[in-house]
Nanobody
């Protein structure tokens, strides 16, 4: 079993900052990548930022220079969001690409957090 627990969403004025956290736990053997996606009303879910096990990062063009993704040694990924804009308003989801185990059985899987609302007012 793999669990993801997100925190840090909320309401902020344009130009403000928020920091999202996502803690992964459970029977995780290795992590390939962790990331953040978002979904605004009426739109498809889109990648915001991702970080691989080798700490290579990838960002959506719309957030480059404003958002920073990082990860600690305890399988927690963070998304520091600065200079927020109303168009950043969405539900943000944590994603984990990892290999988990059950006894001697290993399986690579894709896991999602429950989502956290970020609302940026103008």
């Amino acid at each position: 079993q793999v669990q993801l627990v997100e925190s840090g969403g909320g309401l902020v004025q344009a130009g403000g900052s928020l920091r999202l956290s996502c803690a992964a736990s459970g029977t995780i053997s290795s992590i390939n990548a962790m990331g953040w996606y978002r979904q605004a009303p009426g739109k498809q879910r889109e990648l915001v930022a991702a970080i691989t096990s080798g700490i290579i990062t990838n960002y959506a063009d719309s957030v480059k220079g404003r958002f920073t993704i990082s990860r600690n040694a305890k399988n927690t990924v963070y998304l520091q969001m600065n200079s927020l804009k109303p168009e950043d308003t969405a539900v943000y989801y944590c994603n984990l690409d990892c290999t988990s185990y059950s006894g001697s059985y290993f399986r690579r899987g894709d896991y999602w957090g429950q989502g956290t609302q970020v609302t940026v007012s103008s």
